[in-house]
């Protein structure tokens, strides 16, 4: 199995900055897609963007041109550039993963790191 550690959360003004990142350690054979999601108090959680294992991402519209997700496959990790941040970034950011395997993929999440935006 493996587990998903985030980093980098924490407190930043409006237009500010600040890079998440998503460690994977364990025992596992490969991680397929990656991926950030985030949910606000009372909201549900939602896909903020998805890199597969070759690099192609793909964002939600709310973060395009704002947000970066990039991959290191050599240490298993993600990383999430957040750029201009607005107040409506704030919430609680997972790192979630897929493992191939026969039947169905292994879900895995992180525990979540607080991003508030706030001036």
């Known amino acids: 199995q493996a587990q998903l550690v985030e980093s980098g959360g924490g407190l930043a003004q409006p237009g500010g900055s600040l890079r998440l990142s998503c460690v994977a350690s364990?025992?596992?054979?490969?991680?397929?897609?990656m991926a950030w999601y985030r949910q606000a108090p009372g909201k549900e959680r939602e896909l903020v963007a998805v890199?597969?294992?070759?690099?192609?991402?793909d964002y939600a519209d709310s973060v395009k041109g704002r947000f970066t997700i990039s991959r290191d496959n050599v240490k298993n990790a993600i990383y999430l550039q957040m750029n201009t941040l607005k107040s409506e970034d704030t919430a609680v950011y997972y790192c979630?993963?897929?493992?191939?395997?026969?039947?169905?993929?292994?879900?895995?999440w992180g525990q979540g790191t607080q991003v508030t935006v706030s001036s």
């Open positions: 890199i597969s294992y070759d690099g192609k991402a």
């Open positions: 979630h993963a897929e493992e191939p395997a026969p039947d169905r993929p292994y879900l895995y």
């Open positions: 364990g025992t596992f054979s490969s991680l397929s897609d």
